[in-house]
């Protein structure tokens, strides 16, 4: 008996939160890819078209548009929320082989293939073992999966805070959605979430910051400016690590020790440096956008009351639960269900922490980051809904300025979009209550992940399958 007892203990030590985060991921992840069709992901189709022109794949996507996405039948489904799979054509195409032979020759990878990168390398996988056409797609996505299983786990591993709050965002439904899919959002989230989650690592380690991790960071910061430039302000969250922490040496030169003495020069050629950028870049629309947007703070601020009035519930129902083409969405109880979850989760902790605490300073810091890349989100696709609306984009300054007061919402945000933010402000508000009774803490979670495994599964297989 006493045998067993022990087997037991090691058995419960050795499940870690990271060990149950592979298993769920791989479980749902492998469902999600099979149960949600070709294509059915927001975009999916034009990221494949991204993949193929980042590598030179260009025959490979022609063939899979043509003799798969068409002929299969899976074109149709997009914004038809009656129409489901068709089983004959589904049938038809499961057969499939590309016609195209790969050759090293007309490969052509250009730096934004990093945004693809996993899924690219599944897609060519089965293209080199010649299997048809459907299975390269779900290789591609498969690879998306283990890239994001590997980082999730990573992140779970070197977080020392709310692990079972960083579990819980990179296992949302439409975390999990976007995570298995062929598109950025694969590689991007997690890249965010692990920036977050080390920049955590280091406040709260003992040992000095030296310059490997900066360049950790900073090695991580490049896939995300080239997918999507606004979530690199998550570094700004850096600034919760104390300038004491940092041993920044080159040779007898002490940056930590110049920066402390001539505090205010750093700051004003940061400052500089910014408006730099600014300037060189006053002919992007993005960049025109933001400056006009602060120059006319009150119609920029009407305009965006109007738009998170309008859309405040929408957004939170992507941020769940809106898969497909924004036609499947989990009920409003599934959503208050998780909301309470997850609530119940940010007001505890398991972790001890010793004498190192997020102070009120600190945690407006984090605060702040997170709403930075809300905020220039927003900004972006502000920019975008004056292109699709008709507006001059080339115009100056001046003309953008006008445009603020014209349109009534900004239009093509998603909540999907606020994922990589979400555990900056979680831990932010989060509380510190030490929680002794840790198997109804997990007994909590087991319930949630396994309630939204069966309702998710059974809403996509329902909208996609006769």
């Known amino acids: ?46 990221h494949y078209r991204f993949m193929s022109e980042e590598t030179g794949l260009y025959d490979f996507y022609s063939e899979l548009a043509n003799d798969v996405w068409v002929v299969g039948g899976f074109c149709d489904i997009p914004r038809n929320p009656d129409v489901k799979v068709d089983n004959a054509k589904f049938e038809k195409v499961s057969s499939s082989h590309f016609d195209s032979h790969l050759s090293l020759s007309n490969l052509n990878i250009s730096i934004k293939s990093v945004r693809h990168l996993p899924a690219t390398i599944g897609f060519v996988i089965g293209i080199i073992f010649g299997l048809p056409i459907l299975w390269c797609t779900y290789l591609a996505e498969f690879f998306s999966l283990l890239f994001y299983a590997l980082m999730g786990f990573i992140i779970l591993k070197i977080v020392p805070v709310k692990k079972d709050i960083f579990m819980f965002c990179l296992l949302l439904p439409m975390s999990m959605q976007q995570g298995i899919s062929v598109n950025y959002d694969a590689v991007l989230n997690p890249c965010c979430i692990f920036l977050f989650a080390y920049i955590l690592k280091l406040f709260y380690q003992d040992e000095k910051i030296k310059w490997r991790n900066i360049f950790v960071m900073l090695g991580v910061l490049i896939p995300i400016a080239i997918i999507k430039a606004p979530y690199t302000l998550i570094i700004f969250s850096a600034l919760i690590i104390p300038l004491s922490k940092y041993d920044l040496k080159i040779r007898n030169f002490d940056l930590v020790y110049y920066i402390k003495k001539y505090w205010l020069i750093t700051l004003l050629l940061f400052v500089s440096c910014v408006m730099l950028l600014v300037y060189l870049g006053r002919g992007n629309t993005y960049i ?144 510190d209550s030490v929680r002794k009774n840790k198997i109804s803490y997990y007994i909590v979670q087991g319930i949630y992940y396994s309630i939204s495994f069966i309702s998710v599964i059974i809403l996509l297989h329902s909208r996609y399958w006769k």
């Open 1 to 46: 008996m006493e045998a067993f007892k022990n087997k037991i203990g090691t058995i419960k030590n050795k499940i870690t939160i990271p060990i149950v985060f592979l298993i769920i991921v791989f479980i749902e992840g492998i469902v999600f890819s099979q149960v949600i069709p070709l294509g059915q992901v927001p975009d999916e189709m034009t």
């Open 288 to 431: 025109k956008a933001l400056v006009s947007d602060f120059l006319n703070i009150g119609d920029t601020f009407s305009l965006f009351q109007r738009t998170i009035s309008e859309f405040s519930y929408y957004h939170l129902q992507q941020l769940i639960g809106m898969f497909g083409w924004l036609d499947s969405t989990v009920s409003s109880m599934f959503i208050i269900f998780t909301i309470v979850i997850l609530t119940y989760l940010n007001c505890n902790r398991t972790e001890d922490t010793g004498e190192v605490v997020l102070n009120t300073a600190r945690r407006i810091i984090m605060f702040v980051a997170g709403l930075l890349v809300m905020l220039l989100i927003y900004i972006a696709l502000q920019a975008w809904t004056y292109e699709i609306l008709g507006y001059d984009i080339y115009g100056g300054i001046d003309k953008y300025g006008t445009y603020i007061s014209k349109i009534d919402l900004i239009l093509g945000v998603q909540g999907r979009y606020f994922i990589p933010c979400l555990p900056i402000l979680l831990v932010a508000v989060s509380g």
